[in-house]
């Protein structure tokens, strides 16, 4: 069984109430707009991280980090993007790529907006974990944790930090 924390659109951003939330992860993954690789380098502390770069990330980040990247946890297939849209609405890359071969989790950030939806056309779970940074126009910080166990994905949670602009929950 692995428990994997997902976040997206920090923006340079570490949040100081990640870490409660961050122990006993097995996988971190970053869904885009790290802002800085500080962002990064602070959650390997805590598990190896699985990211993608965003529109906003610099050249040092994209050096760092793919634009797509596909991967698999036990028997579960993962394909994370950062610009990918969302179920029934994806953009024309992502919806010519995903009807193709499409994940068992689709994993897309940019909205700034928490999304946990099954697609039954592609029998894809998506998800956005909103965003974890305090630039943006969302209202909560947000992230999502779940564990996958063979090809079972279970125990989501959607947990948010607080408020985007302060440091209180």
Known sequence: MKKIVLLSDT????D???PKYLEGADQ???AGDIGDLSVTDELKKYAPVAAVYGNIDNHIVRAEFPLNLRFKVDEVKIWMTHIGGKPYVY???TRE???RNPPDIFVCGHSHILLVQ???RINTLCLNP???GIKGFHKKKTLLRFKIEGKRIFDME???LGDRASNKE
């Open 130 to 132: 909103g965003a974890c």
């Open 28 to 30: 971190i993954w970053h």
């Open 16 to 18: 100081p109430k990640l």
């Open 91 to 93: 953009n024309k890359v």
């Open 118 to 120: 099954y697609d039954k």
């Open 11 to 14: 923006h340079g951003h570490f």
């Open 97 to 99: 790529a995903i009807h």
């Open 158 to 160: 959607a947990i948010e």
